[in-house]
């Protein structure tokens, strides 16, 4: 089944994972790296895998988004009321994940509601 999984997975530390929108392949993950500042220390970091493909879409508020899919999917006919969909629900996830009060969740979720792609291609 397409377009059915969260395509985000966070854990106290933060993002984990981020998935194919469509099929939920993994497509980045957090690593552990050394700093920049200060190498001897480790920090994480989002690595990028190489099935990695992003989109350019234009919503109904005139903003853009880049939705995230396997390569695979990529070349595939993209469902967009379906990609929509997921990402209001990882918006949703990230605000709950940073700790954000379930009424202004519920509010912004609210105020999202019509928004939709407007514009898409490849
Ligand atoms: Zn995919």
New binding site residues.
Partial sequence: M?YQMDHVVFDEFGLVSVH??????M?RKRVEAPSKRDPSKMVYAMMTLSNYRELERELSDGSKMYPM??????NEPIDDEKTMGIIKRGWSKEMRHAGRPEETIKRTEKEKESLRIVKGGK
């Fill in positions: 397409k194919c929108i469509a099929c939920n392949h497509i899919f396997c390569v695979e999917c990529f």
